[in-house]
């Protein structure tokens, strides 16, 4: 049987792409997989400057481990620019080239303010599926906002900088695709590596309520799938919701958490833990709050008081981290070696010393 023509990477074949938030995760998967399935032409790289490093700086530090395409790197041009400036703070010269020669727009970044469009550019944006919370049915169309978003931008420009959050990222691209990879602690591994230090005690959560989790390569997948969707049947600008439907797969936090627990005390264990893993799942806030107290806080403040005296750095200030057949065990080992190795720096033969510390210790885990 003749293979079917790979017609999504036929769409970006000799075409030039702008993508903002190239830096973060889904922007850093995005990025590698257009480079590695599809014969791209350019891609512009809207990053900004950050912690004193360049945006060409920055952009070199994501194809520190590219190793399968050696001109990968020469077809990414970083442009300097910030989404949440006026004309996202992008340069006139810049700016021409970038209305001369982009074909597609994907927009990744944390922030938005597409003040002016490209034109002739098909815009995808991409953003979290949990953004309308209050809805118990998501439906895939636009809903109206809680407020009005250009008075809400305008009110930003009165509120000091100093007092403004900041967003963190981390400046690593694996080229290479392995299960489990992650360059981020805000997603659901911030909570095992907090839980397999022994940070955090306590989690205020519903413990039977269903984990709907997509792994970021299918969310690729469905971007650039979408791209095709468009062009080829020319429909109006759509909505899709990247989920797993529960007729497909259905697990519980409670599920994920006992896995997860399993997996850090014998497979994928951590080194340098503060406590065993272990600790509850309330759905008390009072309860919660106790516990926190009690087995995070207090622990932690003395730990601190130890570190001062002994001059290291304080850690009180990190407890805010929080087929159809899936194998659920697999899956979490995959990510906590990966968290492992790219975000903790604990290296593979570091991993047989923390098992030995592991060793005949029973996990006490409370739900509710």
């Known amino acids: 049987m003749d293979q079917l023509p790979d017609r999504i990477a036929e769409l970006f074949k000799d075409r030039t792409v702008l993508i903002s938030g190239a830096t973060g995760f889904v922007g850093k998967a995005?990025?590698?997989?257009?480079?590695?399935?599809?014969d791209v032409k350019r891609l512009y790289l809207l990053i900004r400057k950050k912690k004193g490093k360049s945006h060409n700086e920055r952009v070199n530090e994501i194809f520190n481990n590219i190793s399968k395409k050696p001109n990968a790197m020469k077809k990414c041009v970083p442009i300097l620019g910030d989404v949440s400036e006026i004309d996202l703070g992008i340069n006139n010269d810049d700016r021409q080239t970038l209305v001369n020669e982009i074909d597609f727009i994907i927009h990744s970044a944390a922030t938005t303010r597409f003040?002016?469009?490209?034109?002739?550019?098909?815009?995808?944006?991409?953003?979290?599926?949990?953004?309308?919370?209050?809805?118990?049915?998501?439906?895939?169309?636009?809903?109206?906002?809680?407020?009005?978003?250009?008075?809400?931008?305008?009110?930003?420009?009165?509120?000091?900088?100093?007092?403004m959050g900041k967003f963190t990222k981390t400046d690593s691209l694996l080229q290479r695709s392995f299960p489990g990879w992650c360059n981020s602690l805000q997603g659901p591994m911030g909570l095992f590596v907090g839980a397999g230090k022994g940070v955090i005690r306590s989690m205020y959560m519903d413990s039977k309520s269903y984990a709907n989790f997509i792994p970021v390569d299918c969310t690729v997948s469905g971007i650039m799938a979408a791209a095709w969707n468009y062009l080829t049947f020319g429909d109006a600008p759509q909505i899709y919701n990247l989920c797993v439907p529960e007729k497909d797969f259905k697990i519980t936090w409670e599920e994920i958490i006992l896995n997860g627990y399993d997996v850090i005390n014998n497979r994928v264990p951590f080194?340098?833990?503060?406590?065993?893993?272990?600790?509850?799942?309330?759905?008390?806030?009072?309860?919660?709050?106790?516990?926190?107290?009690?087995?995070?806080?207090?622990?932690?403040?003395f730990i601190d008081m130890l570190f001062y005296l002994?001059?290291?750095?304080?850690?009180?200030?990190?407890?805010?981290?929080?087929?159809?057949?899936?194998?659920?065990?697999?899956?979490?080992?995959?990510?906590?070696?990966?968290?492992?190795?790219?975000?903790?720096?604990?290296?593979?033969?570091?991993?047989?010393a923390a098992k030995r510390k592991h060793e005949n210790v029973s996990i006490p885990v409370y739900m509710e």
């Open 271 to 301: 080194n340098n833990i503060l406590w065993y893993p272990g600790g509850t799942l309330t759905k008390s806030k009072v309860y919660n709050n106790i516990n926190f107290v009690l087995f995070q806080l207090i622990p932690a403040l």
């Open 115 to 163: 003040d002016h469009t490209l034109k002739e550019a098909l815009f995808i944006h991409v953003s979290t599926a949990y953004v309308n919370p209050k809805e118990s049915i998501l439906y895939e169309k636009i809903y109206d906002p809680p407020a009005d978003p250009h008075e809400v931008l305008n009110s930003i420009n009165w509120i000091k900088e100093d007092t």
């Open 30 to 38: 995005l990025l590698e997989k257009l480079l590695r399935v599809t």
């Open 310 to 352: 002994f001059g290291y750095k304080p850690i009180t200030k990190h407890l805010s981290l929080q087929s159809d057949v899936i194998d659920v065990k697999n899956y979490l080992a995959d990510c906590c070696l990966c968290v492992r190795r790219s975000i903790l720096k604990e290296t593979d033969d570091m991993l047989p």
